[in-house]
């Protein structure tokens, strides 16, 4: 059985089904996948502009509103500049 | 850290409550249960659009309905101090007991582990 134990106190990358993105450090999770992250920041992509990346701080996400969690690659990541990045927004899934 | 143990430590705390229909709501955490269903107090309730505002004494909100929660982030800290204070105290308790482990016939660990839900079992299971 798959676990989210291999992702505590990494930086994930979690996607919400309203098509947010919110980084953070994995604290802790649970059978339901309610999620606990720190020191996250909720990634905005735009066509016009760069990444804005909003400091949201510690996050208790609901496990039914999460559609994927991957993990950061901590090196890979400070090497982006998020400001030349130019991307579409997710749109929130719709049933 | 579980999030509900980390939600019943944020008794008390100021938080921000995102419901899936965008509403917000932000007061202070009076309970909370296993279904993630809280009652709040002091409640500033935003409509979805930020065109509208209430006061509210009082709230109860079921679990099913929110989003996600924002607490403040010295809550993590309080709780692993918590944590690991009241594990500190489990310890010395169980040596000063009458050699209460070989009465009991398993380690402490393994207990709070069966105890402790979802992940840590996973772990010791070890398939992961």
Not at chain 1, 28 to 50: A, C, H, I, P, W
Not at chain 2, 76 to 90: F, P, S, T, Y
Request: hydrophobic share 35%.
């Amino acid at each position: 059985m798959s676990s989210l134990q291999g992702y505590v106190d990494r930086r994930v990358l979690l996607i919400l089904q309203d098509g947010r993105a919110i980084a953070g450090v994995l604290v802790g999770f649970d059978q339901k996948s309610n999620v606990v992250l720190s020191d996250s920041t909720e990634r905005v992509y735009s066509m016009e502009e760069g990444v804005e990346e909003i400091p949201l701080g510690l996050y208790l996400v609901k496990g039914d509103m999460i559609v994927l969690i991957g993990e950061i690659d901590d090196a890979v990541d400070q090497a982006v500049d998020l400001s030349t990045i130019r991307a579409e927004p997710l749109p929130a899934i719709r049933y | 850290m579980l999030p509900l143990s980390l939600l019943t430590a944020a008794q008390n705390k100021p938080m921000l409550v995102e419901l899936k229909n965008g509403e917000t709501f932000n007061g202070h955490l009076v309970n909370c249960d296993n279904f993630m269903n809280i009652t709040l107090r002091e409640v500033y309730q935003t409509s979805a659009d930020g065109d509208r505002f209430w006061k509210l004494k009082e709230c109860y909100i079921r679990g099913s309905t929110i989003k996600y929660l924002r607490v403040p982030d010295t809550l993590l800290d309080a709780v692993k101090d918590e944590q690991a204070r009241a594990r500190e105290a489990g310890r010395s308790a169980r040596g000063a007991g009458p050699g209460g482990r070989g009465g009991r016939g398993a380690p402490p660990r393994g207990r709070g582990g069966a105890r402790g839900a979802g992940p840590r079992g996973g772990r010791g299971r070890g398939r992961g």
